[in-house]
């Protein structure tokens, strides 16, 4: 990919920056950087401790070595606006700016880590395959992580050519949107142009991140966008619908009706890092019941009174939606718990009270077979 592509076309705005989306707050938050002979820039891909940032000047090559510290989610990413250099060989990145929002993923580490993702993001747009079953615990686990990010997430089912079938696809949207509250729903075809229009002005202000697993359509929905191939595009396999990681890095792609697009890797692990609110927002309807139980520290399991469990049986909650929040609540509660002493106790507390009333359980059914 050519640096001219990511660079976008001249902008006869007052400011070269304002196509990547520098703005008077963002000014005035560089200022005291200004007063120093700093440049503002913004990153457009990150590469081993260098990065690229494009500036009023063009795109320019500057280490990170400054802006490093031990914590993970403090590092320099894609959308980050920073303070370079005026020049020098090598040339560095003295700061970053205050986020705005920032996409954070937990990493595999058993230290409970998180990764971020993207940086000063206004959408996070999902990709999701019509080429292969819909997975909808995934769905909403993408969502609960952009909901806790700040961004407003946008679904997109790729591929839409694939489905000619009107009414099986818009079955496919319908359970898309069950499990979606409050987040527009798209159905594209990038290969043939359908549905692009209501997403190019979706995204046509601010800050998108284009989020999913190989094989979704991402990098050819990017090209879409951006109106030429900036990013590489293979098959997905035929046996599984999957693909291969043709986009290896995370890059910043200035859109030419407007907008900023970042491209990320096909992400095979989406794992919760501190998302209890976005958990909740996605399962709003669920929350919205649970205020209703008898009492306020339910668990939706056995428990009297239980809205919750009530509504399952009415057939007004699915039972699937149930399982994916219990199980989403329970993987960031153990997420939190690793480095929260208080959540920790109160998990133990938990757990000792569920093994009394295990035994509890066990001890009267011996009785009534003895």
């Known amino acids: ?122 959408h996070a747009v999902i990709a999701l395959s019509l080429a292969v079953e819909l997975d909808l615990g995934r769905v909403e686990r993408f969502l609960a992580l952009a909901w ?89 396999r035929d046996v599984d619908g999957k693909g291969r990681h043709t986009t290896t890095t995370r890059n910043l792609l200035a859109l030419p009706a407007g907008g900023v697009l970042i491209d990320t890797p096909g992400l095979r692990g989406v794992g919760l890092f501190d998302a209890g609110s976005g958990v909740g927002q996605v399962f709003t309807e669920i929350e919205e019941l649970a205020e209703r139980c008898r009492f306020h520290d339910c668990a939706h399991e056995t428990e009297p009174g239980c809205a919750v469990r009530s509504a399952v049986e009415s057939g007004e909650l699915s039972e699937r939606r149930l399982e994916s929040y219990r199980k989403l609540m329970r993987e960031n509660q153990w997420i939190v718990a690793k480095t929260d002493a208080r959540v920790r106790a109160e998990l133990r507390r938990d757990w000792k009270r569920k093994g009394a009333e295990g035994r509890a359980a066990m001890e009267i059914k011996r009785g009534r077979f003895q």
Not at 177 to 194: F, N
Request: glycine content about 10%; aromatic content about 4%.
């Open 1 to 122: 990919m050519s640096f001219s592509s990511l660079v976008g076309s001249s902008s006869s705005s007052s400011h070269p920056l304002v196509p990547y989306g520098w703005d008077a707050d963002w000014e005035a938050e560089f200022a005291p950087h200004a007063e120093q002979g700093l440049l503002p820039g913004r990153v457009v891909r990150v590469d081993r401790g260098q990065c690229d940032v494009v500036t009023a000047g063009g795109v320019v090559r500057a280490d990170t070595a400054f802006v490093t510290p031990h914590d993970p989610l403090r590092v320099v990413c894609t959308g980050d606006w920073v303070a370079v250099e005026p020049g020098g060989n090598p040339r560095y990145v003295r700061a970053y700016l205050p986020r705005r929002t920032s996409f954070v993923r937990s990493t595999s580490s058993k230290r409970s880590e998180g990764q971020i993702l993207a940086a000063n993001v206004d």
């Open 148 to 236: 806790e990010s700040g961004a407003q997430p946008v679904v997109v089912l790729t591929k839409a050519d694939l489905v000619p079938d009107p009414v099986t696809l818009a079955h496919l949207v319908h359970d898309v949107e069950t499990s979606a509250p409050g987040v527009p729903v798209l159905t594209v075809s990038a290969l043939h142009g359908e549905g692009l229009d209501v997403l190019v002005a979706l995204v046509g202000s601010g800050t998108s991140v284009l989020l999913g697993q190989s094989g979704a359509g991402k990098s050819t929905l990017a090209n879409a966008l951006v109106g030429e191939d900036v990013m590489d595009v293979r098959a997905a």
